[in-house]
């Protein structure tokens, strides 16, 4: 899952499981959410996002849940691939406020 | 479709000099524009955004400035670098309301100070 520190939280699974990235944001008042996979390099890359009139949406692999109740959101990639190596970041934006507040990431490793 | 490109890629630059970064996006009009700073190990932090040419928003105090001089131009600037500006500089567009709908980003421009 997310925390902040300079060691970034690691998620190592086998090739073809289901990964499960796990995220608690801060503000029960946050209405908008979006992951990002960031390969090393590179800018961060858009998966998927997620309002917050909404519990599930559902992309090409990939499913995002959100529980408003607990302030947790989670990432769930079907059939992992070596591809889906990469550091995975959630972000949150609170109506009317003037920012994205990412997490740190979480570095999921695929193991062929 | 819409392109983002971030130049330079790398720079090594020494303390005390200027910096001028540059990111133009292509295939969309009247974006907003936005430079984030990512240090090692850490999430994204919001530098500027733009929501039309010529209009800056400073989210943190600092050496850096941004100016918009063209619809699709973005450039951060500094007059003299610290120490402290090295880092991962990332360029990003959106369209609609600022930070509603997805950011999309370049590939960076990692600064080092020396």
């Known amino acids: 899952g997310e925390s902040v520190g300079l060691h970034l939280p690691t998620l190592s699974v086998q090739e073809g499981d289901n990964s499960i990235i796990n995220c608690a944001y801060s503000?029960?008042?946050?209405?908008?959410f979006i992951w990002y996979k960031q390969e090393s390099g590179k800018g961060p890359q858009f998966i998927i996002d997620?309002?917050?009139?909404?519990d599930k949406r559902q992309g090409q692999r990939v499913t995002v849940l959100l529980n408003k109740t607990v302030k947790h959101l989670s990432l769930q990639i079907a059939a992992t691939q070596p591809g889906d190596s990469a550091v995975y970041f959630c972000?949150?934006?609170?109506?009317?406020?003037?920012?994205?507040?990412f997490g740190t990431g979480t570095r999921l490793t695929v193991i062929p | 479709s819409q392109t983002i490109h971030q130049w330079p890629a790398t720079l090594v630059q020494p303390v005390g000099s200027p910096l001028s970064l540059e990111c133009t996006v292509e295939?969309?009009?009247?974006?907003?524009l936005y430079w984030y700073r990512q240090a090692a190990g850490r999430g994204l932090q919001l530098l500027f955004y733009?929501?039309?040419?010529?209009?800056i928003s400073s989210e943190v105090p600092q050496n850096l400035s941004a100016s918009r001089p063209q619809d699709r131009q973005f450039i951060l600037s500094s007059k003299k670098l610290l120490l402290s500006d090295s880092g991962f500089y990332l360029c990003?567009?959106?369209?609609?309301?600022?930070?509603?709908?997805?950011?999309?980003f370049g590939n960076g421009t990692r600064l080092t100070v020396t």
């Open positions: 503000n029960s008042a946050s209405d908008y």
């Open positions: 295939g969309t009009s009247n974006p907003n």
């Open positions: 733009s929501v039309g040419i010529g209009q």
């Open positions: 972000a949150e934006n609170m109506a009317g406020a003037n920012n994205l507040f």
């Open positions: 990003a567009w959106s369209v609609g309301v600022p930070f509603t709908s997805p950011l999309h």
């Open positions: 997620i309002r917050s009139n909404m």
